[in-house]
């Protein structure tokens, strides 16, 4: 009899795979510490980028980034997004390898076709992508580039379901690093800016991916199958709805992402040089910014599988303590960190950067601000795809593209640069507070603090001192009372601490004895 594929819970677990998951509270140390160091070298290569490229040179590859992040997960139909939720599911069933492989399959068959389209009407690609036919070259080296990504993703993707966190993160060092090197190497060798730059994202990419092989091969070593068959049109009609739902989710969320710079690239009245110069400044102040959505998106696609699990058993208030505790650290770090950044950003302008991004430096704050907003609206999904409401979240994104899009239309011929970036804050704050709403109407209790905490990065826009004012109140306000954090979290909080450090003290103590013998030697 064919196996079933249903929402009951399985009585008797299957043997557990020797591929152990990582904690919630590991994960987050891991994925924080590794981060640090990545983004430490993504930051260096942005420098050397603005360094050597000119701000159209580099408004090309900001475009290009932005079409590979867009592109990817809309030519697999949305499938490795749906991992986070549906690889645990399949996996207590012994159904993993039926599930990696025929997605796999048709991962692999999407991405052929996609790359085969761009080559074959690259000179549609390149006025789509950079506003007129001369980048040709470029989208021929990016169709590749696609295929290789579109890889990648789905590897990083299985790992994060499955809890590896430690793999995830050597995986996506491995791609920053060697993206790095390879590409400030052929541009030292081949400078040919943004064409340069895509190859060596390619080569890195593939490289990484590579590397995950041995991981792979490990972890479905580890796995026990059911004998049972899994019909396919069982398979695909548990995966299809929520994969479809991620796609739309997924094309709206990367939409709204890059919607600002191909505005300013097809409508902000500019001829294509000037609009990608344009671009180029504007990826000068979203470099640090970009640091803040990197971690949180992590974050986000990290505690999926962790809030789906606890979903799973029921336990959904549990959800939503967890998230708006999640919710409420991770504005107030950003916050924090965003202040931080606009103290120190006139010297990085001045030093790092050189004079032709002093355009960049203006539009900062509401930089930093709309990206704690976009970094959050990562994490504030999650209890729309545990309740299987991800069509409440796409339409939150649908509102904000829709509502970018307007400003943007209305903002950019008459202010610039500027006008597209107070459009994409206004449409990011909007999503986030739509995104709330829609997680009250399926159930979840948004905290007060939640709320407060989410609109502080407006004060960023109004300069340094006035939000290290209100991130002075606030923060005293957290410690003394209860309307930021309650009583349980910040207990909560104090044990999670508590216990890292004796771990940490452990492991000092630990390292201490194991070398002291080869001390008296």
Request: hydrophobic share 55%.
């Amino acid at each position: 009899m064919s196996a079933v594929l249903d929402d009951e819970p399985v009585e008797q677990s299957l043997a557990p795979s020797r591929a152990c998951a990582d904690t919630l509270a590991a994960s987050v140390v891991i994925m924080l510490v590794m981060t640090v160091v990545q983004r430490l070298i993504g930051f260096g290569r942005g420098i050397m980028f603005c360094h050597w490229l000119d701000p159209e040179e580099i408004g090309q590859w900001d475009v290009a980034f932005g079409f590979l992040n867009l592109a990817a997960p809309l030519v697999v139909l949305g499938l490795p997004g749906s991992f986070g939720r549906y690889v645990e599911y399949f996996r207590s069933r012994g159904q993993f390898q039926v599930f990696l492989r025929r997605t796999a399959i048709v991962t692999l068959l999407a991405s052929i076709v996609a790359m085969s389209v761009m080559i074959v009407e690259r000179n549609w690609f390149s006025r789509l992508i950079f506003g007129s036919d001369e980048e040709a070259p470029v989208v021929a080296w990016l169709a590749i580039c696609l295929a290789v990504v579109v890889g990648h993703n789905f590897l990083v993707a299985l790992f994060i379901a499955v809890r590896r966190y430690r793999v995830v993160t050597i995986l996506q060092f491995l791609q920053s690093l060697g993206f790095a090197a390879i590409s400030l190497g052929l541009l030292a060798v081949w400078p040919l800016g943004a064409t340069m730059v895509v190859i060596g994202y390619a080569a890195a990419t593939l490289l990484s991916a590579v590397a995950a092989i041995g991981w792979l091969r490990h972890l479905t070593g580890g796995e026990v199958a059911s004998a049972e068959p899994v019909p396919h049109v069982t398979f695909w009609t548990k995966l299809v709805p929520f994969a479809t739902w991620m796609w739309l989710t997924n094309l709206l969320a990367n939409l709204f992402e890059v919607i600002d710079r191909y505005m300013i690239v097809h409508h902000s009245g500019m001829d294509g040089h000037q609009a990608l110069r344009q671009v180029g400044i504007y990826h000068s102040s979203r470099l640090v910014p970009l640091l803040f959505v990197a971690v949180a998106g992590l974050l986000g696609s990290m505690v999926t599988p962790h809030l789906s699990h606890d979903w799973e058993a029921g336990r959904r208030d549990a959800v939503a303590r967890r998230l708006n505790t999640m919710l409420k650290l991770l504005l107030l770090s950003l916050f924090a960190a965003s202040l931080a950044v606009l103290f120190v950003a006139p010297l990085l302008f001045e030093v790092a950067f050189p004079s032709k991004f002093h355009g960049g430096l203006a539009i900062l704050p509401w930089t930093l601000a709309y990206c704690v907003w976009f970094g959050t609206i990562a994490v504030a999904q999650n209890y729309l795809w545990c309740a299987e409401r991800a069509a409440l979240g796409s339409l939150a994104l649908l509102v904000g593209l829709l509502l970018s899009i307007g400003l943007n239309l209305f903002l950019l011929p008459r202010f610039g640069l500027e006008g597209a970036v107070w459009a994409t804050s206004a449409a990011n704050l909007a999503t986030l507070l739509l995104t709330y709403q829609f997680s009250r109407s399926s159930g979840m209790h948004i905290d007060p603090g939640t709320w407060i905490l989410s609109l502080i990065p407006v004060f960023l826009g109004l300069g340094p001192w006035i939000s290290l004012v209100v991130l002075i109140a606030v923060s005293m306000t957290a410690a003394t009372g209860e309307r930021v954090f309650s009583r349980e979290e910040k207990r909560q909080l104090l044990d999670s601490a508590a216990h890292a450090l004796r771990k940490l003290r452990r492991a000092g103590r630990k390292s201490a004895a194991t070398h002291a013998p080869l001390m008296t030697r």
